[in-house]
């Protein structure tokens, strides 16, 4: 696998990749890889040809009292993991070479509607940070496919909306939630978990399934079902941000006579934040 810290030196390697006829898979990553990332490394070499990751913290996801400092870093084992899955090449630029000077980046991807609930409230600018990034990792690279997974499911559709808005010729493949035995599903943020978070943490999922079947079994009181959800969750000590029932497109609050859903929630395990889905159509 060759890494490439600078545009110019990512241009030359695909630029040879597009020589030889390859098709180009990329995995867009902010690094500390798990299993759920090396899944979506796997599809993306056995449907491509080329395979790209990228690693980059992007500072203009977060809020500035954020997790951005916290942000756990480990690029060294991330390119032994990423090779071993079968990525050919990464990307892992520093900041001044993603934006250039703090002032010189003036331009910033704003997907309407999709954006304003949900992770969107608590964190603001924070899809608007997801989508520009996301611009420029498709501009730089022109990847055929790409590959998300579905944990980050409000960040699914704000990828699907924007390929489709701005034209990327680009197919989307969104990969199921990895999870760990207890369900608790794989993200970068577990490994800042005390033991007794990770106990806990484990409960947000068995949540959402729990409210999916009373909803599969009929119970459309869907307002209702959110809060006892919350309460219950905040019952057994996680910190419930949301819970959502929501219509999986518009990612609109679910009403009646909606079929195809999606059950959004983020809670907080002391100060760790952790967000999960499950979809649902009745
Ligand atoms: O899901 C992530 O890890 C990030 O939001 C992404 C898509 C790499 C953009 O920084």
């Known amino acids: 696998m060759l890494t490439v810290k600078t545009k110019s030196d990512l241009r030359q390697a695909l630029h040879e990749a597009r020589l030889a006829g390859h098709t180009i898979g990329l995995v867009p990553t902010m690094g500390n890889l798990h299993d759920g990332h090396l899944q979506l490394i796997r599809a993306a070499a056995a449907d ?12 203009l ?12 870093r480990s690029l060294e084992s991330d390119m032994g993991l990423l090779a071993e899955a079968g990525c050919d090449l990464l990307i ?34 924070h899809f608007e940070g997801v ?15 790409v590959y998300f997974g579905l944990k980050d499911y409000q960040q699914y559709r704000v990828i699907e909306q924007l390929i489709a808005d701005l ?34 943490a484990p409960v947000l999922y068995q949540q959402l399934q729990q ?3 009373l909803i599969r079994r009929g119970n459309q009181d869907f307002r209702r079902l959110e809060s006892e959800a919350s309460q219950s969750l905040a019952a057994c000590g996680l ?5 959502n029932i929501c219509h999986a497109m518009s990612l609109e609050m679910a009403c009646q006579h909606d079929k ?23």
Request: hydrophobic residues 35%.
């Open 48 to 59: 491509c040809q080329y395979t790209v990751a990228s690693i980059f913290v992007n500072p």
């Open 61 to 72: 996801q977060f809020e500035k009292n954020e997790d951005l400092n916290n942000y756990p």
């Open 92 to 125: 892992a630029p520093d900041n001044a070479e993603m934006y250039g000077t703090r002032s010189s980046m003036k331009t910033h991807i704003a997907v309407s509607g999709l954006t304003q609930n949900h992770c969107g409230k608590t964190r603001p600018g």
């Open 131 to 145: 989508a520009t990034v996301v611009t420029k990792l498709f501009n730089l690279i022109s990847p055929d496919q």
């Open 167 to 200: 034209d990327f010729a680009i197919e989307l493949n969104g990969l199921p939630t990895a999870r760990e035995d207890s369900g608790l599903a794989l993200s970068s943020r577990n490994s800042r978990l005390t033991s007794e978070q990770r106990r806990l």
């Open 211 to 213: 409210t999916a079947e």
């Open 239 to 243: 910190k419930p941000d949301y819970f």
């Open 260 to 282: 195809d859903l999606v059950i959004l929630a983020a809670v907080f395990a002391g100060d760790v934040r952790l967000i999960d889905n499950v979809s649902l159509t009745i």
